[in-house]
């Protein structure tokens, strides 16, 4: 009897786990990130024209700190809706993480009309090279938060409030 009872009590706990929503992300952080894709030296091999921060290239941010990799574009709507959340995080956390944040299929002038008019400072950058199919977004915006070893941390397809309480957390958390 007592045997079934801690059977029962384990197959509740598992189910709670997987069935419940938020459940598993709280018990399970560290064997997601252990399984992430990791993106490769090759892939972040990838030019860049600063808008407002000086060219480079994409491998130049890998190694160093955490990664906040943003696709997004000025004809974007759900991109435009983000930008201030994503200009907060920018201000807060810029001496902690590198932010690349790529334009894509958009005009140099578009863009930098978009940065003044709305007093935006995060560096903004146009790719000048191909885009690695591992990074390539599929729908817009899209973003990454790669570790500094090129680990998927993140990926997020959907307008987020980066600045949000829940973002600073899991930040802080992949941070320490």
């Given at each position: 009897?007592?045997?079934?009872?801690?059977?029962?009590?384990?197959?509740?706990?598992?189910?709670?786990?997987?069935?419940v929503p938020g459940v598993?992300?709280?018990?399970?952080?560290?064997?997601?990130?252990?399984?992430a894709v990791k993106v490769d030296l090759e892939d972040y091999d990838l030019e860049?024209?600063?808008?407002?921060?000086?060219?480079?290239?994409?491998?130049?941010?890998?190694?160093?700190?955490?990664?906040?990799l943003n696709f997004w574009g000025t004809w974007c709507a759900p991109c435009r809706e983000e930008w201030p959340t994503i200009e907060a995080l920018y201000k807060a956390?810029?001496?902690?993480?590198?932010?690349v944040l790529i334009a894509m299929l958009d005009e140099k002038e578009a863009v930098l009309k978009f940065m003044k008019d709305n007093g935006y400072t995060a560096p903004v950058?146009?790719?000048?090279?191909p885009v690695s199919g591992k990074i390539l977004p599929k729908?817009?915006?899209?973003?990454?938060?790669?570790?500094?070893?090129?680990?998927?941390?993140?990926?997020?397809t959907a307008?987020?409030?980066?600045?949000?309480?829940?973002?600073?957390?899991?930040?802080?958390e992949m941070l320490n």
């Open positions: 009897m007592k045997k079934n009872f801690i059977y029962i009590l384990i197959l509740a706990a598992l189910g709670v786990i997987a069935f598993k992300e709280i018990f399970m952080p560290v064997a997601e990130i252990e399984q860049l024209e600063g808008l407002n921060t000086p060219d480079t290239n994409l491998k130049e941010f890998r190694g160093e700190k955490l990664l906040f956390r810029h001496k902690d993480m590198d932010f950058y146009l790719a000048k090279s729908v817009y915006p899209t973003t990454f938060i790669l570790d500094k070893n090129g680990r998927i941390l993140k990926k997020e307008t987020k409030d980066w600045n949000s309480p829940d973002s600073n957390a899991f930040l802080d």
